[in-house]
């Protein structure tokens, strides 16, 4: 008997697998050419701007700290939750690092200094991520607090304990410590290869390893993830650990552009995160999205302002429609996805009414 029940349930959510991994591929397709079509009009009225390797490689040096927190917000997002927190996590990593380069390397230091110091700077701004998640995880999946509130919270805890560390000053870190933010390897700029490295490692983690895949349950269902003996604490710890992890690394990237940190860098870029992960078809609710999705958002996102921004050189509402045309091409996904998911669900729910109108369900 239980058996005969095992198949009855493994039958019917095979559907549902295939109707949901159609979905996923439908709206990647459509967000890919979403990105063609932008890349296309760009390159037609800007020939001249856009089609550039210079602008190429501006671009991939503006994306990097944006497309490392969008991945952490869609991790987040995975689950049902969110991290607003991100950062503030991120400028907080960035100061605690620019401190201890700035301390641990003298004026005139060897090449083993550098090493030295870069590496403890690293590892200090990492643990600043990791015990951020860690409060992060602790207040949400044990205190059961709303994220979104959760987050928002600590969001001002870590703003003013770096208000409070810095005084509300700009900390600097060192002229070796730039290559990270501003290097090249072999023409390659060296911050879209942290980038690439974090998308590869983040989305093997989530497709290939058990915790992964917890998370997706944990997103499509917390009730029955529970009782299935998911320890869903454990899991929303392990993401919002990822999540401070990432917002540390996008800070690093941060410093080493800029070679400043600062506790009021960067304030846009929490929506603008929110807007490439939703835009990547992550879904908001939880449960579904994909690491690659976020990327194709985040060159869509990228081609457009740029572009955007070179439509409109020197004209006074450059940075108003550069908003609107993220709004809009937000609204346009949104839109388009609803009404192909809507199509795809008629076909099923046909099939799913009796053959005859006096035949019984099934017991």
């Known amino acids: ?189 060296f911050p879209l290869i942290i980038l690439l490295v974090v998308a590869v490692l983040v989305s093997l983690y989530l497709r290939r390893t058990r915790v992964g895949m917890r998370i997706y349950m944990l997103g499509t269902n917390p009730t029955a993830a529970r009782y299935s003996g998911i320890n869903n604490r454990a899991v929303l710890m392990n993401t919002y650990i990822i999540s401070g992890l990432l917002a540390a690394i996008a800070g690093i990237i941060i410093l080493g552009r800029t070679n400043a940190a600062n506790v009021d860098f960067g304030a846009p870029y929490v929506l603008l995160s929110i807007l490439v992960a939703v835009l990547g078809d992550v879904d908001p609710y939880g449960g579904s999205g994909t690491i690659l999705g976020v990327m194709l958002a985040l060159i869509g996102v990228q081609f457009l302002s740029t572009g955007v921004n070179m439509l409109l050189f020197r004209s006074s509402g450059a940075n108003f429609f550069k908003e609107f045309s993220w709004g809009a091409l937000l609204l346009i996904v949104l839109v388009v996805n609803y009404f192909s998911h809507q199509r795809q669900m008629r076909p099923t729910a046909s099939a799913a009414e009796p053959a005859e109108p006096g035949a019984q369900s099934p017991a």
């Open 1 to 189: 008997m239980a058996d005969k029940m095992e198949h009855t349930q493994n039958v019917v959510a095979a559907p549902a697998r295939r109707l949901r991994l159609d979905n996923v591929n439908g709206n990647l397709l459509r967000l890919l050419i979403a990105v063609v079509a932008i890349f296309a009009i760009m390159s037609i009225a800007r020939p001249e701007t856009f089609l550039t390797v210079q602008n190429i490689q501006s671009m991939a040096f503006q994306t990097s700290e944006i497309g490392v927190l969008a991945i952490a917000i869609a991790v987040t997002m995975l689950t049902g939750g969110i991290d607003l927190s991100i950062v503030s996590t991120a400028n907080l990593a960035g100061i605690i690092a620019g401190l201890v380069l700035t301390a641990a390397i003298p004026d005139d230091p060897t090449g083993g200094q550098v090493a030295l110091g870069m590496a403890l700077a690293i590892g200090a701004a990492l643990g600043v991520g990791l015990l951020a998640g860690a409060f992060n995880g602790l207040i949400i999946g044990w205190f059961d607090m709303a994220p979104i509130l959760a987050t928002l919270g600590t969001m001002l805890i870590y703003k003013g304990i770096g208000t409070a560390i810095t005084k509300g000053s700009t900390v600097f870190g060192i002229t070796q410590s730039q290559f990270i933010g501003n290097g090249k390897v072999l023409g390659v700029p």
